[in-house]
């Protein structure tokens, strides 16, 4: 969702043959994924999907796992928290979500990466900034996901993705 020019599922696909993927993007952004994906010969396993994720209601379905990258440190807390459910929602039971970005420690001093694109968020977007593991663990149980597990990430962009999953109704505890 919001995959820009598909740098994230170029990689993956060609590191995991097996997949497939779609890039949600604004029409202007997939005109120029479409360019790269075919210039690299990945026609038919990296599609496109013209859409707004804000205002398209629901987000298309279909997919076992949503991927935001550098998404959700755009925006402010409740269009974050909107984005999720409309994520839940779009999933099948057993799907997954992937939260992949700086995210901030829970005390919200470090790591500097983190900060200092929190810093960046604010002074390029309306109401973004980064935000810390809690938060987000807190948001993506509320939009009902479970399951939530941390992978440490080395990388400019992200020192985690966090994954979480919709499960079903029946593998719900009761309590
Ligand atoms: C910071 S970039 C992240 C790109 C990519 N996910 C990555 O990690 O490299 C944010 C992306 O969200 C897209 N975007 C912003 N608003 C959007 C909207 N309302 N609907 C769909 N995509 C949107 C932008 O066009 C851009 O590609």
Known sequence: MGGGTGAFPVGLCR??????????DLPHITEMTREKVAALGLTGKINTH??????????????????????????DEATG????????????????????????????????????????MVVETRSGHNYTHGEYRRWLADAGFTDISVAPLDAAGANAALIARRTSASERSPG
Do not use: Q
Request: with cysteine; aromatic share 4%.
């Open 50 to 75: 013209d859409g707004d994720f804000l205002s398209d209601e629901p987000l298309p379905s279909g997919y076992d796992v949503i991927l935001l990258s550098m998404i959700l440190h755009d925006w």
């Open 81 to 120: 928290r909107r984005l999720l459910e409309k994520c839940h929602a779009a999933l099948p039971d057993g799907g997954a979500v992937i939260i992949c970005e700086l995210v901030l420690d829970d005390d919200e001093t470090g790591p500097a990466p983190a900060a200092l694109m929190g810093l960046n």
């Open 15 to 24: 590191r995991h043959p097996h997949l497939g993927a779609t890039v949600l």
